[in-house]
């Protein structure tokens, strides 16, 4: 189970800092990514973190702003989004995938979230 939190109603420029806690044991084997839905729009990738942490991806128009990491530890995901902006506001999913890969494809997760809403205003 993924349980995604962080979201709200920020301005733009703003910072927020998603988290994402699972349950299960195989959270520390397992790549986590987090994909967006914006209104009227299809889901789309974010980033993604292998399960090592050691590997990242992100969607190009996010890097430079958005960090993904992860606490192993604590079974637990963060999007550190930064510099904010309006076309950023969106519905916020964590996922899981089984495997040793890192991936940018929602089929290759197996686990979602219920996600969190972000509203970045101009």
């Known amino acids: 189970q993924l349980q995604a939190s962080g979201g709200g109603l920020v301005q733009a420029g703003d910072s927020l800092r998603l988290s994402c806690a699972a349950s299960?044991?195989?959270?520390?084997?397992?790549?986590m990514g987090w994909f967006r839905q914006a209104p009227g729009k299809e889901r789309e990738f974010v980033a993604a973190?292998?399960?090592?942490?050691?590997?990242?991806s992100y969607k190009d128009s996010v890097k430079g702003r958005f960090t993904i990491s992860r606490d192993n530890a604590k079974n637990t995901v963060y999007l550190q989004m930064n510099s904010l902006k309006p076309e950023d506001t969106a519905v916020y999913y964590c996922?899981?995938?089984?495997?040793?890969?890192?991936?940018?494809?929602?089929?290759?997760?197996?686990?979602w979230g219920q996600g969190t809403e972000v509203t970045v205003s101009s």
């Open positions: 996922a899981a995938a089984v495997g040793g890969g890192i991936y940018s494809t929602q089929y290759n997760y197996n686990y």
């Open positions: 299960g044991r195989t959270f520390s084997s397992s790549a």
């Open positions: 973190i292998g399960w090592s942490g050691g590997s990242t």
